[in-house]
């Protein structure tokens, strides 16, 4: 790969708009899929929801949501990688949303196990989880930007909960605004979109605004999880990310994959996703 992470991905969002489609094998969606809650009705879910994102525009990246392969123990895992290889035949980006985070030392096992060339999990970009310290991430942070790879970090995220770590601290100097302004130091230089990005729920966008934080100025990409099955609203999200709107990301799960098996039904529910976050 020759571009950055971020270069890639503001291509791909150029192209297909804003959606970024998760893969979440839910046991209540495998049944109702027709298919049994094993390994093998987990890579028949998937195996459609990659052919669905490859076979229309709209998908700027999947984003396999790792506990529900994790659920399966290693058969799981080779589902994933099965998953995360079709996506990569397919030149679809992948975010595994595995939420890792650690010391430092050991940090770097992770890293290895998703962002380094030849792992059989790599992918595109991972998401991290800040909370043992911003750079306890380092060894993936740099791993993913010396193999033009990304991570999201995660700052507000979309479920109400997150508020009682991530709004602690002064007034205008909360957890959440420090690690906003770790990844804008990461970024700095960076002349097209930056590789590290952050994760702010698309539920929450005005948090960030009522705690002062500048996400347009961090250079971020922003993956917005919520829309859909969550209660975020296209004109709500475009309107509360406000001048940050065109670096953000938008998940969508279980909105989307409740209209399958068919794939025309899920192509046609994909297009209907990127019309309404990109039409004002
Ligand atoms: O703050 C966060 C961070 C991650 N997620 C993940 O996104 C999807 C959302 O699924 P929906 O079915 O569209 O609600 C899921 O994998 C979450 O773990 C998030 O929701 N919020």
Redesign the pocket.
């Known amino acids: 790969m020759s571009q950055t992470f971020g270069t890639r991905l503001a291509q791909a969002m150029a192209h297909h708009g804003p959606l970024c489609l998760?893969i979440?094998p839910h046991r209540h969606l495998l049944h109702d899929w027709g298919l049994n809650d094993t390994p093998a009705g987990l890579s028949t879910f998937s195996k459609t929801v990659v052919e669905a994102a490859a076979e229309t525009t709209g998908v700027a990246a999947l984003?396999p949501?790792v506990?529900l392969y994790e659920r399966f123990g290693s058969a799981g895992f080779a589902v994933l990688e099965e998953t995360l290889q079709l996506a990569h035949q397919a030149d679809i980006l992948t975010i595994a949303?595995a939420?890792r985070g650690d010391i430092g030392s050991t940090m770097q096992g992770y890293a290895q196990a998703w962002l380094a060339d030849g792992s059989s999990l790599v992918a595109d970009a991972v998401?991290l989880s800040p909370y043992l310290g911003y750079e306890s991430l380092r060894p993936a942070i740099d791993l993913a930007l010396a193999h033009q790879r990304g991570v999201f970090i995660?700052a507000l995220?979309?479920?109400p909960e997150?508020a009682s770590v991530q709004h602690l601290g002064a007034e205008n100097d909360s957890v959440a605004k420090r690690v906003v302004e770790a990844a804008a130091r990461d970024n700095r230089g960076d002349e097209t979109l930056g590789s590290v990005g952050l994760?702010v729920?698309a539920t929450v966008p005005a948090q960030a605004a009522a705690l002062g934080i500048d996400l347009a100025g961090a250079n971020a990409p922003i993956?917005a999880?919520?829309?859909?099955?969550?209660g975020a609203e296209a004109k709500s999200i475009r309107d509360g990310f406000g001048e940050a709107w065109p670096n953000v990301l938008v998940?969508?799960?279980?909105?989307i994959?409740q209209h399958g098996p068919n794939l025309g039904d899920l192509k046609l529910a994909i297009g209907d996703a990127r019309k309404d976050l990109i039409v004002k």
């Open positions: 998760g979440d984003k949501q506990a949303d939420k998401t995660l995220t979309s479920n997150g994760v729920g993956l999880p919520g829309y859909g099955s969550q998940n969508s799960s279980r909105g994959l």
